[in-house]
């Protein structure tokens, strides 16, 4: 069992990695990371690299509602339910973690990475109706305390539909709190020795 909860600990850490990996590659190709670029209510953004038109389609499509989802299902249910429990717990530390006055860039990021996890889930079926719960109600990710209640709403949803508890929302921050250091300082990569 020891061997197993490393594995997906491991799983999901390295799927992180090569997400920001990915990310710091082409982060020269990024000049407006904004969702908001890749909906259809905006205007065409100049070309700015091969990379960026990629995920820009990706995003673009999946928010007309397109499911392609990469992985399939997961079968152990066991693994299955140790997956989403980690999987919850990262994206709720990230959300405390998150500013509460988040740049045009970073709230893009936070969509991107909601976006691109709801492709590249593990778990095939999860993935498609994290993306039907995103295409039903985007991501709010404004401030630190709206993208806490977002992804405590959508948590709620999924404990309703495998009848678990219901989390209350209101203590949420306190909860995933994770004392990670100084709040609402963003990283300087000047300041790390």
């Known amino acids: 069992m020891l061997k197993i909860r490393s594995f997906l600990t491991l799983l999901v850490f390295a799927s992180l990695g090569l997400l920001t990996y990915t990310t710091y590659q082409y982060r020269d ?41 990469v992985m399939g299902k997961m079968a152990n249910e066991t693994l299955r339910a140790q997956l989403g429990r ?46 039907q719960h995103l295409k039903k109600h985007p991501p709010v990710v404004d401030s630190r305390d709206k993208l806490e209640q977002y992804l405590c709403a959508m948590h709620n949803v999924v404990n309703k539909s495998l009848k678990k508890p ?22 300087n990569p000047k300041a790390v020795n």
């Open 86 to 131: 980690r999987t919850w717990y990262l994206m709720h530390v990230m959300a405390s973690r998150y500013p509460t006055d988040p740049t045009a860039d970073e709230r893009g990021a936070m969509k991107s990475f909601l976006f691109l996890l709801s492709r590249l889930y593990p778990c095939g079926d999860c993935a498609h109706h994290f993306q």
């Open 29 to 69: 190709n990024f000049r407006d990371r904004s969702v908001t670029n890749f909906t259809n209510d905006s205007s065409p953004e100049e070309d700015s690299g091969m990379f960026h038109n990629l995920l820009a389609n990706n995003l673009s499509n999946l928010w007309q509602g397109d499911t392609h989802v």
């Open 166 to 187: 219901v989390f209350d929302c209101a203590v949420v921050h306190e909860t995933y709190d994770c004392g990670c250091g100084p709040d609402n300082v963003r990283y």
